[in-house]
């Protein structure tokens, strides 16, 4: 009962999604894409038929709470991240992802360049004055929860979409995370890849119910979900490449 309530009470405050990912090998990724293309719509951010660039900067505290967290499979947690996308700071968002059980939701708010390069500066106060609730709460973070700059994480996202449940499959490719900086606009900047050999990360996010048939569109089954983090494989990569 107490965790039912609990959800309950997020998801008051927030929209609550289901969110499953698999490894795929590249010829299920051929021939899913096939399907899917048939019957969802390239995400219209795409710059092309393969999608988009996403770059994250992830923080966590001195504990290394938000890795331990999901390593440990605590049901209840929350990362921070700046994202980025085609290497531009045309577009620039704090995100704030959390994770109750099987359900996710995410908060962003806008930044600008110059927040970001005083961010990594150290210097933040100016979060406290912000009119966004998740600046403040990121300030809050930074200062008492002692967090930081933790990792930079790098992919191609092929994404579809359906408006029922708003349903969103994307195929995230090219996995890689910085090994030297955390200037996320560095178009330089130095990577390493994080995926040994032809796989690629298949995500499906939806809200109440998926649609029978996309369903049966992606053929997958339970025993092939995995418990796959981005952060968590590119941060612990990090310990071993940074120098």
């Known amino acids: 009962m107490g965790d039912e309530r609990a959800r309950k009470t997020m998801q008051d405050r927030k929209k609550l999604r289901h969110e499953l990912k698999f490894y795929i090998h590249n010829h299920e990724y051929a021939g899913l894409r096939e399907r899917i293309k048939s019957m969802l719509k390239l995400d219209k951010n795409s ?3 393969n999608g988009y660039h996403i770059r994250s900067l992830y923080f966590d505290n001195v ?3 938000a890795l331990h967290e999901k390593n440990d499979g605590i049901l209840n947690r929350k990362k921070y991240r700046i994202r980025i996308y085609n290497k531009s700071d045309a577009v620039i968002k704090l995100e704030r992802k ?12 806008s930044m600008t360049r110059a927040e970001v390069e005083n961010i990594l500066k150290g210097e933040t106060d100016f979060l406290q004055a912000s009119e966004s609730a998740l600046k403040r709460e990121f300030y809050f973070e930074l200062l008492h929860g002692f967090m930081k700059p933790a990792v930079v994480v790098d992919y191609i996202r092929e994404a579809y979409i359906y408006s029922v449940s708003d349903v969103r499959i994307t195929f995230d490719k090219q996995l890689s995370a910085g090994v030297q900086s955390f200037d996320i606009f ?3 900047l130095v990577t390493r890849s994080m995926i040994e050999g032809p796989r690629t990360i298949l995500e499906v996010k939806y809200n109440e119910i998926m649609p029978g048939h996309i369903f049966h569109l992606l053929q997958m089954s339970a025993q092939q979900r995995s418990t ?6 590119c941060k612990e990569s990090r310990k071993v490449y940074s120098y």
């Open 186 to 188: 560095d178009p330089q």
């Open 228 to 233: 796959i983090s981005k952060y968590a494989i």
């Open 98 to 109: 959390n994770k109750w059980n099987q359900y996710v939701s995410k908060e962003s708010t």
């Open 63 to 65: 504990y290394e709470s």
């Open 47 to 49: 710059v092309d038929e």
